[in-house]
């Protein structure tokens, strides 16, 4: 898939404000400084269509691009200590209210930090995407930070530690554009076309 000139569309502070969309979207989500910003902007082949912070915890709202072929959502981080409790509490009520519209949510992107594999809060999240039944692919990110041999290892490890097969995690880095094409062909597979079903099922 070629990503030709993918926009910003709009930002949703409340659920009532979530897009009714018209084309399959694709939802990335993780904690707080994993590299979402990033990783939507390699995607976009642009520097700044997702703000990218080194300060975490900064994106609160649900933004919406569109990539042409699909919308992708950026939701809030999560996991970022300096928050307070209610804070925390609001993003997670934004969060699950965004799942149970499941069926407007073609496929999900779990970031996780390659270096430090699934928090709590992945697993969480993940049991949250099971419950609503949305499926999924974990996207490593930073793989730049581990040598190819350490990156291979540890895909395997947050793999297993999270039950899932290596196949269905897959190692990216936002700095050396590692990863974008597999990414771009798993998300070729999960959303349908006009005159075909979707090549991979939801199992
Ligand atoms: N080395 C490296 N740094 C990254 C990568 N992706 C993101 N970062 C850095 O990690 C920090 C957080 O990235 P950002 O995309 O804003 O994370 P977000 O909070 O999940 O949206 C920034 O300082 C980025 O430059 C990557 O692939 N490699
Ligand atoms: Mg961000």
Known sequence: MIIKNATFVTSAARAEQFLTPDKPVIAVCGKSNVGKSSLINMLANRKNLARTSASPGRTRLVNYFDFGEFLLADLPGYGYA???KAEK???GVTLQKFFERSKD???VLVLVDIRHGA???DVAMIELLNYYIVPFTVVLTKADK???M???SHAKQIADS???TRRNVLVTSSQTRAGREELLQKIETV???DDEEPKEGKL
Request: aromatic share 4%.
């Open 146 to 148: 581990l040598s190819r």
């Open 150 to 152: 350490r990156a291979e």
């Open 89 to 91: 509490e609001k993003w």
């Open 82 to 84: 300096a928050v307070s």
């Open 119 to 121: 928090t709590e809060d």
């Open 105 to 107: 949510i073609a496929h």
């Open 191 to 193: 959303i349908p076309s």
């Open 162 to 164: 999270i039950g899932l």
